[in-house]
């Protein structure tokens, strides 16, 4: 996906998500660049990636997320055969626990 994504445009967005310095900064430019409704669909499934992650089940994550099957199958598509940007960032997360 991101030779089909990777332009300027692209990489400055990038660029500056990566000048954030804190979950109080996140909060606050996310909040101007998303809609509440956009930023709660990212974070159900980043919630989910951790879930599947853990080997919990579809019936479970639907649950506890709301999302639909077809989100969370995709999902895990992408834990499975995707970019490896989920698993990049919840290995990182798991380090950061430690």
């Excluded at 919630?47 to 709301?66: D, R």
């Amino acid at each position: 996906m991101a030779g089909r994504i990777r332009d300027e445009r692209t990489d400055f967005l990038f660029k500056a998500i990566l000048t954030l310095e804190n979950i109080d900064e996140c909060y606050d430019f996310f909040e101007d660049l998303c809609t509440v409704a956009e930023l709660q669909e990212m974070t159900k499934r980043m919630h989910a990636a951790k879930m599947l992650n853990e080997n919990q089940i579809y019936t479970e994550i639907t649950e506890e997320t709301g999302l639909s099957t077809a989100t969370i199958s995709r999902v895990n598509r992408c834990l499975k055969y995707g970019s490896d940007g989920y698993i990049t960032v919840l290995k990182r997360l798991k380090r950061n626990e430690r």
